[in-house]
């Protein structure tokens, strides 16, 4: 069986408070993106993952679709064994939650294909145990989400009207490094109300607390956010802790010009997802 793994972009993303366990407090709209990373499931003797597309970092061991395998065998021992081959076109680290799109995916995978019959509820919480952006790919609908990112509050917003451009720029940003230097303070405008403003009104009122450090450490990054507005975005902004810059384009871009190395897609928003 094949499964479809889509990411997302955040539209503002402001860092409220630090939590007593080490995580931080947050509020962000997840939009998600028609842009898929693909994972099969086939039968086999032993469990296995194979990687294919783009590296991902790290020992495949520790990879989260290996982990969500692992989260369900714990509860349910007499699961069988299965044979996972993930192709990764989407890249890793740059702030469009493939990871965890991947993880997410692969539980709802194995659920249909071992029909185990977990519930949405189930699924969510399994999901929150393999990150925090996890659960809002098993709703995987445009959502309001405050605590670590896992309280999600859907919302009406629909983007079907516009086109998306996606740049990365190939630059890795660390998370923690990213989260040591930010100073958590509640936003001076909620996301909460974001669907009362049109995109074009977003520019002066929706921001990502992480864009200043990481435009100052590395201004490639902001370089991309200045060419897509010159471009004609009605809306550009980083999302998550970057590297991954989007516009928001009212009519499909004839040419997006950046340099060979950089990741760019250009999408139609009007696109439905796949599963």
């Not at 993106?33 to 003797?45: T, W």
């Not at 699924?123 to 309001?144: E, M, V």
């Not at 990741?263 to 997802?273: G, H, I, Q, T, Y």
Request: proline share 8%; hydrophobic share 45%.
């Amino acid at each position: 069986m094949v499964f479809f793994s889509n990411c997302k972009i955040n539209l503002g993303l402001h860092i409220t408070a630090k939590r007593a366990d080490g995580f931080h407090d947050l509020e962000t709209v997840f939009y998600p993106l028609p842009l898929y990373d693909v994972l099969e499931l086939m039968p086999a003797d032993e469990t296995t993952l194979q990687l294919y597309g783009l590296p991902i970092p790290g020992n495949k061991d520790h990879n989260i679709v290996w982990k969500a395998w692992q989260l369900l065998k714990q509860d349910l021992p007499n699961l069988p064994p299965v044979g996972f081959h993930l192709l990764k076109n989407i890249p890793a680290g740059a702030g469009l939650g493939a990871g965890s799109a991947n993880g997410a995916t692969a539980l709802m995978a194995l659920n249909r294909f071992f029909d185990l019959q977990l519930s949405q509820k189930q699924l969510l919480k399994y999901a929150l145990h393999l990150g925090s952006d996890c659960p809002f790919f098993i709703l995987n609908s445009p959502c309001h989400a405050t605590g670590r990112g896992e309280v999600l509050n859907p919302i009406s917003l629909n983007l079907a009207e516009y086109y998306l451009a996606v740049v990365n720029p190939g630059v890795h940003i660390s998370t923690p490094w990213a989260f040591s230097r930010i100073t958590p303070a509640p936003p001076v405008h909620s996301l909460e109300t974001i669907t009362d403003r049109t995109p074009s009104q977003w520019e002066q009122w929706i921001t990502n607390d992480f864009e200043r450090l990481v435009f100052e450490a590395y201004p490639e990054v902001h370089a991309i956010k200045t060419r897509l507005l010159a471009m004609g975005a009605v809306f550009a902004a980083m999302t998550g802790t970057g590297s991954t810059v989007f516009g928001l384009f009212k009519h499909r871009p004839d040419r997006i010009t950046f340099p060979e190395t950089y990741f760019v897609k250009c999408l139609s928003l009007a696109e439905p997802l796949c599963r």
